[in-house]
């Protein structure tokens, strides 16, 4: 019983997509969640056509703007399961001040980045992550600028989950974005993933070779541990799992109003009961 | 009885709370009171006034020259002397010295100390001024006492009481028309309020004056409203969480200024090809860039209609007064949900900031007519889709998570009923078609704009939003006069409804439009849309609003 159905993508045939794509599908169906319980919201770019290739609700708005629409979605109604579904440009490029400002909402949404380490439907331009040194089309003298390092940053900003998985490792996989769905609170999960037709440097085989799950007696509490792990990156190994956690109020629980009763959107609304504030104008 | 009372001084000295109780003694006594601002950039120093004008008939403008300059620097009665009627007096603190018969040196410092506080002084000043017109002091007293308690009320309430002695009567007042029934509200407040009315539970905004004040409003009443105001990270976070909210199902909103109207573009667009219902307050400042931040000019017109790339169903709103900020609030939201559009309510600093007396809003005239739907929405296959063709290009809209088994999808990118991305020059057409035909049905219920003045004047003027105040009052004043000239202030501006204008425009001899900005930018849009063109512009754009007696002026000088 599959309930979020397959369709035909726009992908490239062994894009790394697939296999994110596809961990989605597994981990909403072992969640239990109906499709019309759960919003994708996403941006612009390959990652972010994702909503469009499973039968979920769909929020395909603006290159960089998912994170902002999804967490609002959230406050509207809390009854719904809400994750943002976006590329590494998307989210920590053209997305990187709602990226940074939304890990201190803290709303209760999961957000699940593609890196490909590039830019993919723009045919090939270095992203916030591509290598120092890696050339491009555009970055002719290679990447001049440090790489972006979207975990330490998260971790710094007090995200209450930050963890990493790679799109050729479906278990792993499955399980991190159930963990993060799960999650109480803003939940980032960046997932390793292959462009194969733009990133000839971070193959598979590439990904394949470094990550490494995080060993199993490691406890995802100490922030500095966590920011250890978080710049432990390439030949010396990709650590992959849940780097931090930790738990926090999340934007609901901050405002009472919120937390407690029916979700904002099941409101009775009346304009009468705005009457009494013109008592403020006399 | 038409009265003008200057208060002015440097920012930090007290201009705001001095001018507040003066509105509030006035307001309360029953008369009419129209009072706005001039404040400059700056958080001290620099010079700032508040003008509160009043009278025993219904004001909708401010007016220059003034009767009683309540000077709290020596800079305030420099610079605003030659503002004084004949009879017009200073009142300020001896200290500022100088003898002449305009001056009132008064001991406002030492009766402050007296009263125990000095800053208190500013109480002095309005005991004094209140008598020069023979106004009691009791509303005063009773709004001090409603904001105030312990040592600081006491120290107002002498303060009061002392300035009140020092001065005789010198000004003929009329009894107020009555009881005090009505409101004293800015045009921001007054957005905020329709806001509040009109059920929208979510206001997402970055600061920015002179929109800044709809949502300080909204803030003061999140919790006791349930409205959520986030401040967002900057304007494009702004408008995103508004349209996710309003895709979330609830009625959302966001406003800025030019500048982070600018930021917004992008998702107007996307609103209109997502056809996600939204709400946005323009509050206009002079421009580009950052221009004047405190000043005001309506000169975004063009831009808010061509905001964003490609072409998509848009509808502005110009508000002309604080009634109209509040009706008009309302019904945005209405028309955002009905045609599933964004709608843009305009308003700029003169309406953000002026404060007027009107009569109490009537919160049983507003409806909340959100035109959801539910299962009827889904077609006969049983499913639902989101951009189904309908005939007049609205398709039926419900909420994400609502309906058992039913998904919404919304995409920027072109897409197909469903909302799934397509490059199909057929499905191309028919959605553009589709989207464009919301226009058509929505031009079916403009409202026309307001006509002042002679049914079929000889002279047509032409103008748009907070110039309706200044304009009406010009316009009596001529035509009382027995000059023959009609105005039309349009409030619905964007579609342009055209039946009024082209019906006067037939007869007139002469069309002229009024506007603050310097291109004139609503004679574009009128001749762009009726191929009617104004032969001559009064423009204005010194960061100032029009009064109504310099339009009286510029109309009778340069037009008649
Ligand atoms: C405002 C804006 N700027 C630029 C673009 C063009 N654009 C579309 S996707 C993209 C980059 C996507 O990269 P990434 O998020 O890494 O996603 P990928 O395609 O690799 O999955 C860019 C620059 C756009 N659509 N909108
Ligand atoms: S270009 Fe890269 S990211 Fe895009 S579909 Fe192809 S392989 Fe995937």
Same mark, same amino acid.
């Given at each position: 019983?599959?309930e979020?159905?397959?369709?035909?993508?726009?992908?490239?045939?062994?894009?790394g997509?697939?296999?994110i794509?596809?961990?989605?599908?597994?981990?909403?169906?072992?969640?239990?969640?109906?499709?019309?319980?759960?919003?994708?919201?996403?941006?612009?770019?390959?990652a972010a056509?994702?909503?469009?290739?499973?039968?979920?609700?769909?929020?395909n708005?603006?290159?960089g703007?998912a994170?902002?629409?999804g967490a609002?979605i959230?406050?509207?109604?809390?009854?719904?399961t809400?994750?943002?579904?976006?590329?590494?440009?998307?989210?920590?490029?053209?997305?990187?001040?709602h990226?940074?400002?939304n890990?201190?909402r803290?709303?209760?949404?999961?957000?699940?980045?593609?890196?490909?380490?590039?830019y993919? $439907?723009?045919?090939? @331009?270095?992203?916030p /992550?591509?290598? !120092?040194?890696?050339?491009?089309?555009?970055?002719?003298?290679g +990447?001049?600028?440090?790489?972006?390092n979207p975990?330490?940053?998260a971790?710094t900003?007090?995200?209450?989950?930050v963890?990493?998985?790679?799109?050729?490792?479906e278990?792993h996989?499955?399980?991190?974005?159930?963990?993060a769905?799960?999650h109480?609170?803003?939940?980032? $999960?960046?997932?390793? @993933?292959p462009?194969? /037709?733009y990133? !000839?440097?971070?193959?598979?085989?590439?990904?394949?070779?470094? +990550?490494?799950p995080?060993?199993?007696?490691?406890?995802?509490?100490?922030?500095?541990?966590?920011?250890?792990?978080a710049?432990?990156?390439g030949?010396?190994g990709?650590?992959?799992?849940?780097?931090?956690?930790?738990?926090?109020p999340?934007?609901?629980?901050?405002?009472?109003?919120?937390?407690?009763?029916?979700?904002?959107v099941?409101? !009775?609304l009346?304009?009468?009961?705005?009457?009494?504030?013109?008592?403020?104008f006399r | 009885?038409?009265?003008?009372?200057?208060?002015g001084?440097?920012?930090?000295q007290?201009v705001?709370?001095v001018?507040?109780?003066?509105?509030k003694?006035?307001?309360?006594?029953?008369?009419?009171?129209?009072?706005?601002?001039?404040?400059m950039?700056?958080?001290?120093?620099?010079?700032?006034?508040?003008l509160?004008?009043?009278?025993?008939?219904?004001?909708?403008?401010?007016?220059?020259?003034?009767?009683?300059?309540?000077?709290?620097?020596?800079?305030?009665?420099r610079v605003?002397?030659?503002?004084l009627?004949p009879n017009?007096?200073?009142?300020?603190?001896?200290a500022?010295?100088?003898?002449d018969?305009?001056?009132?040196?008064?001991p406002?410092k030492?009766?402050?100390k007296?009263?125990?506080?000095?800053k208190?002084?500013g109480s002095?000043?309005?005991?004094?001024?209140?008598?020069?017109?023979?106004?009691?002091?009791?509303?005063?007293?009773e709004?001090?006492?409603?904001?105030y308690?312990?040592?600081i009320l006491?120290?107002?309430?002498?303060?009061?009481?002392?300035?009140?002695k020092?001065?005789?009567?010198i000004?003929?007042?009329?009894?107020?028309p009555?009881?005090?029934?009505?409101?004293?509200i800015?045009?921001?407040?007054a957005?905020?309020?329709?806001t509040v009315?009109a059920g929208?539970?979510?206001?997402?905004?970055?600061?920015?004056?002179?929109?800044t004040?709809?949502?300080?409003?909204?803030?003061?009443l999140?919790?006791?409203?349930?409205?959520?105001?986030?401040?967002?990270?900057?304007?494009?976070a702004?408008?995103?969480?508004?349209?996710?909210a309003?895709y979330?199902?609830?009625?959302?909103m966001?406003?800025?200024?030019?500048?982070?109207f600018a930021?917004?573009?992008?998702?107007?667009?996307?609103?209109?090809?997502?056809?996600?219902?939204?709400?946005?307050?323009?509050?206009q400042?002079?421009?580009?860039?950052?221009?004047?931040?405190?000043?005001?000019?309506?000169?975004?017109?063009?831009?808010?209609i061509?905001?964003?790339?490609?072409?998509?169903?848009?509808?502005?709103?110009?508000i002309?007064d604080?009634?109209?900020?509040?009706?008009?609030?309302?019904?945005?939201?209405?028309?955002?949900?009905k045609?599933?559009?964004?709608?843009?309510?305009?308003?700029?600093?003169?309406l953000?900031?002026?404060?007027?007396t009107v009569?109490?809003?009537d919160?049983?005239?507003?409806?909340?007519?959100?035109?959801?739907?539910?299962?009827?929405a889904?077609?006969?296959?049983?499913?639902?889709?989101?951009?189904?063709?309908?005939?007049?290009?609205?398709?039926?809209?419900?909420i994400?998570?609502?309906?058992?088994n039913?998904?919404?999808?919304?995409?920027?990118d072109?897409?197909?009923?469903?909302?799934?991305?397509?490059?199909?020059?057929?499905v191309?057409v028919?959605?553009?078609?589709?989207?464009?035909?919301?226009?058509?049905?929505?031009?079916?219920?403009?409202?026309?704009?307001?006509k002042?003045?002679?049914?079929k004047g000889?002279?047509?003027?032409?103008?748009?939003?907070?110039?309706?105040?200044?304009?009406?009052?010009?316009?009596?004043?001529?035509?009382?006069?027995?000059?023959?000239?009609?105005?039309?202030?349009?409030?619905d501006?964007?579609?342009?409804?055209?039946k009024?204008?082209?019906?006067?425009a037939k007869?007139?001899?002469?069309?002229?439009?009024?506007?603050?900005?310097a291109?004139?930018?609503?004679k574009?849009i009128i001749?762009q849309?009726?191929?009617?063109?104004?032969v001559?512009?009064i423009?204005?754009?010194?960061?100032?609003?029009?009064?109504?007696?310099?339009?009286?002026?510029?109309?009778k000088?340069?037009v008649?």
């Amino acid at each position: 019983m599959c309930e979020f159905k397959t369709f035909d993508t726009a992908w490239c045939p062994g894009c790394g997509n697939f296999g994110i794509l596809k961990a989605l599908k597994r981990a909403l169906t072992e969640l239990g969640k109906k499709p019309h319980e759960v919003v994708i919201s996403s941006g612009i770019g390959q990652a972010a056509k994702t909503p469009h290739y499973i039968s979920v609700n769909g929020f395909n708005g603006l290159h960089g703007r998912a994170v902002p629409a999804g967490a609002a979605i959230k406050i509207a109604n809390k009854d719904l399961t809400v994750i943002v579904e976006s590329g590494e440009g998307d989210t920590y490029g053209e997305g990187g001040n709602h990226f940074i400002h939304n890990v201190r909402r803290n709303v209760d949404i999961a957000h699940f980045v593609h890196n490909n380490q590039i830019y993919g $439907l723009t045919k090939g @331009q270095a992203s916030p /992550t591509t290598a !120092k040194g890696q050339k491009t089309g555009i970055q002719t003298m290679g +990447v001049l600028h440090e790489q972006f390092n979207p975990l330490a940053v998260a971790i710094t900003m007090g995200a209450t989950f930050v963890a990493r998985s790679f799109s050729g490792n479906e278990e792993h996989l499955v399980s991190m974005m159930k963990a993060a769905i799960e999650h109480k609170g803003y939940a980032l $999960l960046d997932i390793m @993933q292959p462009c194969i /037709t733009y990133n !000839k440097v971070n193959t598979f085989k590439w990904y394949k070779d470094r +990550v490494k799950p995080i060993d199993e007696s490691y406890s995802p509490t100490d922030k500095f541990e966590a920011y250890k792990l978080a710049h432990q990156w390439g030949d010396d190994g990709i650590p992959i799992g849940i780097l931090y956690k930790k738990e926090e109020p999340t934007y609901i629980d901050k405002i009472e109003f919120l937390k407690q009763g029916e979700p904002l959107v099941d409101r !009775k609304l009346d304009p009468k009961n705005a009457e009494k504030y013109m008592a403020d104008f006399r | 009885m038409d009265y003008n009372i200057l208060i002015g001084g440097s920012a930090g000295q007290g201009v705001d709370t001095v001018g507040t109780f003066v509105e509030k003694a006035l307001k309360r006594m029953g008369y009419y009171v129209f009072s706005n601002k001039d404040y400059m950039s700056r958080i001290r120093g620099g010079h700032n006034f508040t003008l509160v004008r009043f009278s025993d008939n219904p004001l909708c403008a401010h007016k220059d020259d003034v009767d009683v300059i309540i000077a709290l620097n020596e800079e305030t009665v420099r610079v605003h002397r030659e503002k004084l009627t004949p009879n017009g007096k200073v009142v300020c603190d001896v200290a500022f010295g100088k003898e002449d018969d305009k001056n009132l040196n008064l001991p406002l410092k030492e009766a402050a100390k007296n009263a125990g506080n000095p800053k208190v002084m500013g109480s002095a000043a309005v005991g004094a001024t209140l008598k020069l017109f023979g106004i009691q002091t009791a509303k005063l007293e009773e709004f001090l006492n409603e904001v105030y308690d312990g040592e600081i009320l006491a120290a107002n309430l002498k303060a009061v009481e002392e300035g009140y002695k020092m001065v005789d009567t010198i000004f003929q007042t009329t009894p107020p028309p009555g009881e005090d029934k009505h409101i004293l509200i800015n045009g921001n407040e007054a957005v905020a309020l329709g806001t509040v009315a009109a059920g929208c539970t979510f206001y997402s905004a970055y600061p920015m004056t002179p929109a800044t004040g709809i949502m300080s409003y909204l803030a003061k009443l999140q919790e006791d409203a349930n409205i959520v105001v986030e401040q967002a990270e900057d304007e494009i976070a702004a408008i995103i969480m508004a349209l996710g909210a309003s895709y979330g199902g609830v009625r959302a909103m966001t406003g800025s200024s030019g500048g982070g109207f600018a930021l917004m573009v992008e998702a107007m667009g996307f609103a209109g090809i997502g056809e996600i219902p939204l709400v946005v307050a323009e509050v206009q400042r002079p421009g580009p860039a950052t221009g004047l931040p405190t000043r005001t000019e309506q000169a975004d017109l063009k831009f808010i209609i061509n905001c964003s790339q490609g072409e998509f169903p848009l509808m502005v709103i110009a508000i002309r007064d604080v009634q109209d900020a509040f009706y008009q609030t309302t019904r945005a939201f209405n028309l955002a949900e009905k045609y599933q559009m964004p709608v843009v309510i305009v308003s700029d600093q003169y309406l953000a900031d002026y404060y007027q007396t009107v009569e109490p809003f009537d919160f049983s005239k507003v409806t909340i007519d959100r035109q959801l739907a539910g299962e009827e929405a889904i077609n006969s296959d049983g499913v639902y889709r989101r951009y189904s063709l309908t005939e007049n290009g609205i398709s039926p809209r419900i909420i994400p998570g609502k309906i058992e088994n039913q998904l919404v999808f919304v995409d920027s990118d072109e897409h197909d009923e469903e909302g799934h991305i397509t490059e199909s020059a057929q499905v191309r057409v028919e959605m553009v078609n589709k989207r464009m035909k919301k226009l058509e049905e929505l031009k079916k219920e403009l409202q026309e704009p307001v006509k002042v003045g002679e049914e079929k004047g000889k002279t047509l003027l032409v103008a748009w939003g907070s110039t309706y105040g200044p304009l009406k009052e010009a316009t009596e004043r001529l035509v009382s006069e027995g000059i023959s000239v009609t105005s039309l202030i349009f409030g619905d501006i964007w579609p342009l409804p055209e039946k009024e204008f082209i019906e006067l425009a037939k007869t007139a001899e002469k069309i002229v439009n009024i506007e603050g900005n310097a291109t004139g930018q609503l004679k574009d849009i009128i001749r762009q849309q009726t191929g009617v063109n104004c032969v001559q512009s009064i423009l204005k754009y010194d960061g100032r609003a029009f009064s109504s007696q310099e339009l009286y002026n510029r109309i009778k000088g340069e037009v008649l």
